[in-house]
């Protein structure tokens, strides 16, 4: 397994691309490789994440011992997740601390990331970080790795005093992964340049890594240089045509760049079919993200944004009593589609999930449907019922 594999896994893992990362992770474990086991990791995870666990119970029984920790702290996830049962539970918890004890250096690895990126617990992620240095003190390389992507993640300050970053050890790192996190946190703390200076070296490293062209394409987004991110966006989608990330930046950037023409219109659908094929988990809140961003930057363009109303219709229309996010984005976007009593309806419908964040919208689709007494009403109740939280 190459740098690179696994540079591609990690980035899609990091991304919610779990279908992605799944493939890459088996197409890997087709080559000759000495890692299997990460890789089987990598890959019972991602499937674990599209709600198949049974991989990962698998792995298990097969890893008694070294790598056996980050399997069972994602076994304790899921399972969570799931609403198992108590007994469940408190085995895994029971395996976890025998377990820690006798994990090795690739294990705590895997799990300060997973730590990270899927059940964001900051403290584990530290106490992995030291478990790390005590097996292998020279591995400062993926210490620096775990600590950046902590720095980029968190909203509390993880640097120790006596455990500075070391940017410039970062800088001179060979190890792509390594290297993304370092222009993550430029970018983070507002240092395009050196954010860029990070993301070119990988490019010279591996000109083919498209998630590089990505985030290169996003920094130029965040100066305002469409037309540059746009370029960059094609590059990494010419490279990756299924994979989410690539294709969603692609059309974002488009859309932003006002270069998305009506005849164009279909890669927003083959995007959006990518969700359904890939089977992308409601928790990843990739598509939902997704379906918010298009509605909200191609106001301007109503063949657009009725595309996105056909796809939360025809594909995700299950899941909006569960998401009240997109449910009200559904309804905001039937608005401004000029659809009032859609929209009217779907407001009422969100209404009983969750109505806090309800009233601007009920009333303006009110009277714009032409509802006005019933708007009147509206605003009337809500009054009183803000009179009752006063009082």
Request: charged share 25%.
């Given at each position: ?181 370092l222009a993550r946190y430029h970018e983070v703390k507002g240092n395009t340049t050196e954010a860029f200076n990070a993301l070119r070296k990988v490019k010279s490293l591996e000109s083919t890594f498209f998630p590089v062209f990505i985030e290169i394409s996003k920094l130029h987004l965040s100066m305002t240089n469409f037309a540059?991110?746009?370029?960059s966006s094609r590059i990494a989608a010419a490279m990756a045509t299924k994979h989410i990330e690539a294709q969603h930046t692609l059309v974002m950037t488009k859309l932003l760049n006002r270069s998305y023409k009506k005849e164009h219109h279909i890669d927003l659908q083959l995007l959006l079919q990518l969700f359904v094929n ?114």
């Amino acid at each position: 397994m190459s740098d690179v594999d696994l540079a591609k896994i990690k980035y899609s893992f990091r991304h919610g691309c779990f279908h992605s990362a799944c493939q890459d992770a088996a197409n890997a474990l087709k080559k000759e490789s000495c890692n299997r086991e990460i890789l089987m990791y990598y890959k019972a995870v991602s499937r674990a994440m599209n709600g198949y666990v049974d991989d990962l119970e698998f792995l298990r029984k097969m890893n008694r011992g070294k790598l056996e920790y980050p399997i069972i702290c994602a076994l304790q996830y899921f399972y969570t997740k799931l609403d198992a049962n108590d007994h469940i539970l408190q085995k895994l918890k029971i395996g976890s601390t025998a377990a820690f004890l006798c994990i090795n250096a690739e294990g705590a690895i895997l799990a300060a990331e997973f730590s990270i990126w899927i059940s964001h617990n900051c403290f584990e992620t530290s106490r992995c970080l030291d478990k790390i240095s005590a097996l292998r003190p020279n591995a400062d390389t993926e210490i620096q790795r775990i600590r950046l992507w902590l720095q980029v993640v968190s909203d509390q300050e993880f640097v120790d005093i006596d455990k500075p970053l070391k940017l410039e050890c970062a800088g001179k790192s060979k190890d792509i992964d390594c290297l993304m996190a370092l222009a993550r946190y430029h970018e983070v703390k507002g240092n395009t340049t050196e954010a860029f200076n990070a993301l070119r070296k990988v490019k010279s490293l591996e000109s083919t890594f498209f998630p590089v062209f990505i985030e290169i394409s996003k920094l130029h987004l965040s100066m305002t240089n469409f037309a540059l991110a746009e370029e960059s966006s094609r590059i990494a989608a010419a490279m990756a045509t299924k994979h989410i990330e690539a294709q969603h930046t692609l059309v974002m950037t488009k859309l932003l760049n006002r270069s998305y023409k009506k005849e164009h219109h279909i890669d927003l659908q083959l995007l959006l079919q990518l969700f359904v094929n890939q089977k992308v988990p409601l928790h990843s809140k990739l598509w939902p993200r997704s379906l918010q961003l298009f509605s909200r930057i191609c106001g301007y363009d109503k063949a657009v944004l009725q595309v996105v109303v056909d796809t939360m219709i025809n594909i995700c229309g299950k899941s909006f009593p569960v998401d009240i996010s997109l449910s009200l984005e559904y309804a905001r976007t039937l608005r401004c589609l000029g659809r009032y009593g859609e929209a009217l309806s779907q407001y009422q419908v969100a209404s009983q999930i969750d109505d806090s964040h309800m009233a601007e919208g009920l009333v303006l689709c009110q009277v714009l449907n032409g509802d006005v007494e019933q708007a009147m009403q509206q605003i009337e109740f809500i009054e009183l019922m803000q009179e009752d939280n006063v009082s």
